[in-house]
């Protein structure tokens, strides 16, 4: 079994930071893509930043240029340090990792969510 508790949520004035955190616990045998998604209210949930075990980047374009994701592999953690934050950005943050145990291959797993709210 394997889990993911994020951290970091708030409230934020528009032009602040805040910097989300993912910690990857349990069974873990293997750790590929790491990513955060976003849901706002009335919206589908979307990719706001993915990286690879190996450190290659991807970002939604609404963001690129102000959040910055990294992982450090040896904690089985994931960050999105989040600048110059907007009011569109107010959304539920959603951690994902693919993860494989001894037992199974890799899958999907998400966190339960943190709140970001980015005031005008």
């Known amino acids: 079994q394997v889990q993911l508790v994020e951290s970091g949520g708030g409230l934020v004035q528009a032009g602040g930071s805040l910097r989300l955190s993912c910690a990857a616990s349990?069974?873990?045998?293997?750790?590929?893509?790491m990513g955060w998604y976003r849901q706002a209210p009335g919206k589908q949930r979307e990719l706001v930043a993915s990286?690879?075990?190996?450190?290659?980047?991807n970002y939604a374009p609404s963001v690129k240029g102000r959040f910055t994701i990294s992982r450090d592999n040896a904690k089985n953690m994931v960050y999105l340090q989040m600048n110059s934050l907007k009011p569109e950005d107010t959304a539920v943050y959603y951690c994902?990792?693919?993860?494989?145990?001894?037992?199974?291959?890799?899958?999907?797993?998400w966190g339960q969510g943190t709140q970001v709210t980015v005031s005008s």
């Open positions: 349990g069974r873990i045998f293997s750790i590929n893509a």
């Open positions: 994902n990792a693919v993860m494989g145990t001894i037992a199974t291959m890799p899958f999907p797993s």
């Open positions: 990286v690879t075990r190996g450190g290659s980047t």
